[in-house]
T-cell receptor
Framework: SAVISQKPSRDICQRGTSLTIQCQVD?????MFWYRQQPGQSLTLIAT?????????ESGFVIDKFPISRPNLTFSTLTVSNMSPEDSSIYLC????????????FGAGTRLSVL | GENVEQHPSTLSVQEGDSAVIKCTYS??????FPWYKQELGKRPQLIID?????GEKKDQRIAVTLNKTAKHFSLHITETQPEDSAVYFC???????????FGTGTRLTIIP
């Protein structure tokens, strides 16, 4: 497995502001992903964070709303921009250690509430 | 893209009995099928996975079966215990693609 630290664990934000979520892994990993889990729902992939290049976004998610950085093989950030109450959700990062292995491990998540 | 359906959405089982959760997938290229357990307020935890070159895999009280022809796979939990109460998610991933598509989840409640 991997030790994944995600910060902050929770936050309450005002409408129109932005929040940056950090994901730190204890060792280098090939793949990092960002998911959204709305209350009582399943996990939806937002994007794949690519090291050294632009993230790959899933349908329905755009870079202007969810900019992602991945400066190295152990760290990534997700920003939720210009927030509205509809962005209230849990945001999770996950990592895959070895390419082709598919096995993903999740961070503890960030519980975001937007007022 | 891949679509994963999961049933039932809720399941209540008497302690000691067995629980079965079923998933179907749409993309015949999918070859990796993990199951995650998520307790309330916690992260999803991988509990078992199977690849398309095997039909069944077992780990103590947990087993997963895969039917590639029918494109469905199932999670079996035997001798259920109260700590098995959680939400369980299945997922699928196609060959050569690292992305997971998750099912809608099953809330399992073990009745003491």
């Amino acid at each position: 497995s991997a030790v994944i630290s995600q910060k902050p664990s929770r936050d309450i934000c005002q409408r129109g502001t932005s929040l940056t979520i950090q994901c730190q892994v204890d060792s280098q990993v090939t793949m990092m992903f960002w998911y959204r889990q709305q209350p009582g729902q399943s996990l939806t992939l937002i994007a794949t964070a690519n090291q050294g290049s632009e993230a790959t976004y899933e349908s329905g998610f755009v870079i202007d709303k969810f900019p992602i950085s991945r400066p190295n093989l152990t760290f990534s950030t997700l920003t939720v921009s210009n927030m509205s109450p509809e962005d209230s959700s849990i945001y999770l990062c996950s990592v895959e250690r070895a390419a082709g292995g598919n096995i993903q491990y999740f961070g503890a998540g960030t519980r975001l509430s937007v007022l | 893209g891949e679509n994963v359906e999961q049933h039932p959405s809720t399941l209540s089982v008497q302690e000691g009995d067995s629980a079965v959760i079923k998933c179907t997938y749409s993309d015949s290229a999918s070859n990796y099928f993990p199951w995650y357990k998520q307790e309330l307020g916690k992260r999803p935890q991988l509990i078992i996975d199977i690849r398309s070159n095997v039909g069944e895999k077992k780990d103590q009280r947990i087993a997963v079966t895969l039917n590639k022809t029918a494109k469905h796979f199932s999670l079996h939990i035997t001798e259920t215990q109260p700590e098995d109460s959680a939400v369980y998610f299945c997922a699928a991933s196609p060959l050569g693609n690292e992305k997971l598509t998750f099912g809608t989840g099953t809330r399992l409640t073990i009745i003491p």
